[in-house]
């Protein structure tokens, strides 16, 4: 399992969307919540990816396609 920590940014368009949870669906990724904030024009949250090494990095390309702003907050840390 890795981890991977990051603040993800979500644009007005995205933030009634459930995002997230497509993610976890998608690429058997969870998200450890660990601060957010949601507001009416923009989101964030800070989390830790966690998963198959591969499946957590191809989780962060795909959330940048959809329009998440991705910033690694930490290098992934082998579990």
């Given at each position: 399992m890795s981890k991977a920590r990051v603040r993800l940014t979500f644009p007005e368009h995205l933030?009634?969307?459930p995002v997230l949870a497509r993610m976890m669906r998608r690429f058997?990724?969870?998200?450890?919540i660990r601060r957010?904030?949601?507001e009416e024009k923009v989101g964030w949250i800070m989390c830790e990816l966690v998963?198959?090494?591969?499946?957590?990095?191809?989780a962060v390309a795909w959330l940048r396609d959809e329009g998440v702003e991705v910033?690694?907050?930490?290098d992934v840390v082998e579990g």
């Open positions: 933030i009634t969307e058997d990724v969870e998200p450890n957010a904030n949601v998963g198959d090494g591969e499946l957590v990095e191809s910033d690694r907050l930490g």
